[in-house]
């Protein structure tokens, strides 16, 4: 089968150059594109599974967290066959330590609080919760993962492809989205990556906040501080399409508006074509 990475930097260009082209005829609701190169990584650009490593600011202290983000596969699926897709279950690996931690401050990670978005540019597509998640220590005998600017808090978190509330959310949003259908003329479904895409959903939201308790040297009990972050990840914008007529793939690319391009079409392998047309 032919290797889809080939199309990854046509997919890209021609996404970008569809940018500016609303999906249809006159006015209609937009949301315009809120990840950016700083907190964003883009699973369309060839090899680019990690954000670089930032500090964030932890309110009335003089330390600050650094952090850092990569995006994996779940077990089973290499990294080279990996697509961060809509539907799909993938991983968000997380790392976290204090930076300039004065001396005689101790300070744990009570807890981690993940909630995923999908974005798109229609509103009612915007913002439907993919999947919610926490991390704490389950155990009465400790107050939390210690962190410092020696010890590290590491972790993976599996984001869920399609759950029942996902796809419930899915289903309102095809309700009310403006395109004239009834709610009787909308069935409650398992959607696919391309149902979305055209919908303009170009990427997942993965907001966080870390809940630290923090104990001074003279401080009796720990006291507790929020501190947020946000880190967007580009949805993968190619999808393939079996031709049982031609015996062929077919290649689009969606831009961030939910447009439709063809980008090429190659040859199905035989044993390939079999299966497919089963």
Not at 84 to 104: M, Y
Not at 181 to 193: A, C, K, N, P, T
Not at 243 to 253: A, E, P
């Amino acid at each position: 089968m032919k290797n889809i990475k080939f199309y990854k930097n046509i997919c890209c260009g021609l996404a970008l150059a569809a940018s500016l082209v609303l999906t249809s005829c006159g006015e209609s609701e937009y949301v315009s594109v809120t990840a950016n190169t700083t907190n964003t990584i883009d699973t369309n650009r060839e090899g680019e599974t990690t954000l670089p490593s930032k500090l964030l600011k932890v309110k009335n202290e003089d330390f600050k967290l650094e952090v850092s983000y990569s995006i994996a596969p779940p077990e089973g699926v290499s990294i080279e066959d990996f697509k961060w897709r809509v539907t799909n279950d993938k991983n968000l690996n997380i790392e976290v330590f204090t930076k300039g931690l004065p001396d005689g401050y101790r300070v744990w990670i009570d807890n981690v609080h993940i909630d995923t978005f999908i974005e798109a540019t229609n509103p009612y597509f915007n913002g439907i919760l993919q999947d919610s998640m926490d991390d704490r220590v389950h155990s009465a005998l400790l107050m939390g993962f210690p962190i410092s600017d020696s010890t590290r808090y590491s972790s993976v978190n599996l984001i869920s492809g399609q759950d029942k509330d996902f796809i419930e959310g899915t289903f309102r949003a095809y309700s009310y989205d403006g395109t004239g259908r009834s709610d009787g003329e909308v069935i409650q479904r398992r959607y696919v990556d391309s149902d979305y895409l055209k919908k303009g959903v170009y990427s997942n939201k993965i907001s966080l906040i870390y809940g630290l308790l923090i104990q001074g040297p003279n401080d009796p009990e720990p006291y507790g501080v929020d501190v947020p972050d946000e880190v967007h990840v580009y949805v993968y914008n190619c999808i393939e399409r079996y031709d049982n007529v031609k015996d062929v793939i077919n290649v689009y690319t969606f831009d961030s508006n939910g447009n439709e391009v063809y980008v090429d079409s190659y040859p199905v392998e035989k044993e390939k074509s079999l299966s497919l047309s089963q």
